[in-house]
């Protein structure tokens, strides 16, 4: 499942100077290498990936800070988890599928249809992308040029990448839960 999304929320809540991104800093590489080694297997791993140039800085919220419900409502899912990211300049998120790590823990024997909702936080600046396989016609399309809010939902499915080739952070938004 992968779906273009547009959703209507403040999306200034997420960023500075409401939100203080300095207190996480971390690589989601380690996961990638133990966990998705299938993917591996068919595109390789580039050997120049490193905990420097793999940073993500993420907040999570509850739904006292954040309005789950209507997200909800607007996404068709029963909300679990939001976080944020920050993906500074010159780093990427290396190829991978989402294995919905925090609702798996949470929720382990649950066999409903996990769902995320990948949301872009601010208008689409030079250099910032997100890459994705259609399961459509099994071709590798870029998403660029968005506006705040724009995004897509996706299952455990779709393979996808993110870079920030430019010049200024890059903001998304993570939304996840249980289909409805």
Same mark, same amino acid.
């Given at each position: 499942?992968?779906?273009?999304?547009?959703?209507?929320?403040?999306?200034?809540?997420?960023?500075?100077?409401?939100?203080?991104?300095?207190?996480?800093?971390?690589?989601?590489?380690?996961?990638?290498?133990?966990?998705?080694?299938?993917?591996?297997e068919e595109y390789g791993l580039g050997e120049t990936y490193t @905990?420097?140039?793999? !940073?993500?800085?993420?907040?999570?919220?509850?739904?006292?800070? =954040?309005?789950?419900?209507?997200?909800? +409502?607007?996404?068709?899912?029963?909300?679990?988890?939001?976080?944020?990211?920050?993906?500074?300049?010159?780093?990427?998120?290396?190829?991978?599928?989402?294995?919905?790590?925090?609702?798996?823990?949470?929720?382990?024997?649950? @066999?409903?249809?996990? !769902?995320?909702?990948?949301?872009?936080?601010?208008?689409?600046? =030079?250099?910032?992308?997100?890459?994705? +396989?259609?399961?459509?016609?099994?071709?590798?399309?870029?998403?660029?040029?968005?506006?705040?809010?724009?995004?897509?939902?996706?299952?455990?499915?779709?393979?996808?990448?993110?870079?920030?080739?430019?010049?200024?952070?890059?903001?998304?938004?993570?939304?996840?839960?249980?289909?409805?």
């Open positions: 499942m992968l779906k273009k999304i547009k959703l209507d929320y403040d999306w200034s809540y997420f960023l500075p100077p409401m939100q203080d991104y300095s207190v996480h800093k971390g690589t989601c590489l380690a996961h990638q290498l133990d966990e998705l080694t299938d993917i591996h @905990k420097d140039n793999t !940073v993500i800085q993420q907040l999570w919220y509850t739904d006292k800070q =954040v309005d789950f419900k209507d997200l909800g +409502k607007q996404t068709g899912m029963e909300v679990i988890t939001i976080s944020s990211i920050l993906q500074p300049p010159g780093n990427t998120i290396a190829l991978h599928r989402d294995t919905f790590f925090q609702i798996n823990k949470r929720f382990p024997n649950d @066999k409903r249809t996990k !769902v995320r909702a990948n949301v872009y936080l601010e208008p689409w600046k =030079v250099g910032h992308m997100l890459q994705y +396989k259609s399961e459509e016609d099994n071709i590798w399309k870029t998403s660029d040029n968005w506006t705040a809010g724009d995004g897509y939902i996706w299952d455990s499915k779709p393979l996808h990448l993110s870079a920030n080739a430019g010049m200024k952070d890059k903001y998304t938004l993570q939304i996840s839960g249980f289909l409805l």
